[in-house]
């Protein structure tokens, strides 16, 4: 019996000999996580926007890529990262929960304490990876607010109010087992990139951390309240 990954390595073959004009590199080997993967794709960027879709995830249309153009032509060249919307679904995919996406006037203040921008709708622009670096292994979670991090300190991104991506609830960052990971590793990227004043979400995660010591129905419980709580500011 063939074990799950051959058969989806025979079912991107098969894909790929169809539609070899749209893939131009693709490559299957171990890594060390997403974010490994991510950079192992960076030297095969040909363009001058790239962005970076969960296997999950989908583009809302077939004219999405058209509709974003339109944006990023006319988008300064002083501007490295554009965005825009996600809509989220439930994991039947039959009922909307939400969507996320907001001007930076209104996202700045909540990014730089946590929360962040709906990354499956980024467009990075290709060159930052040869100034900023490329994506930082050592997280496992939060890698890409690192690295937005890192450019968006010092630049301004360009919102585009259209939906980009569809994709269900869920993924590793909201997930209540791996929350105090992901703060940690939020933590440590404020630390890194030098932002200050983020005592209140040392707070949350430092609760969050002694309902895990207490019990663990009460971590759940307590992941749930802030990851609510997040969502109400990422809307």
Known sequence: MEIPRIQLLKSLRKYASHVSSRISHWISEPDKGVYDAWNKALPHIKGDWVCFLGSDDFYVSN?????????LITTPTKTKIAYGKII???????????????????????????VMIPHPA??????IFKTYGSFDIN??????????????KDTIPEYMDIPIV??????????????????????????????????????KL?????GSFLSPKLTASTSRFIWDAKLKRMR
């Not at 980024?122 to 060159?127: D, L, N, Q, S, Y």
């Open 63 to 71: 004219d999405t890529f058209e509709k974003a153009v339109e944006h």
């Open 88 to 114: 989220v679904f439930d994991q039947s995919l039959d009922n909307i929960l939400y969507t996320r996406g907001c001007p930076w006037t209104t996202a700045k203040k909540s990014f730089f304490k946590g």
């Open 122 to 127: 980024v467009f990075h622009r290709a060159e």
């Open 139 to 152: 997280y496992r979670i939060a890698g890409d607010y690192e690295m937005l991090m890192r450019i968006l």
């Open 166 to 203: 569809m994709m269900q609830f869920g993924g590793a960052s909201s997930k209540p087992e791996t929350l105090i990971q992901s703060g940690d590793e939020i933590i440590s990227a404020f630390k890194k990139n030098n932002i200050q004043n983020t005592e209140g979400f040392s707070l």
């Open 206 to 210: 430092r609760i969050l951390k002694f």
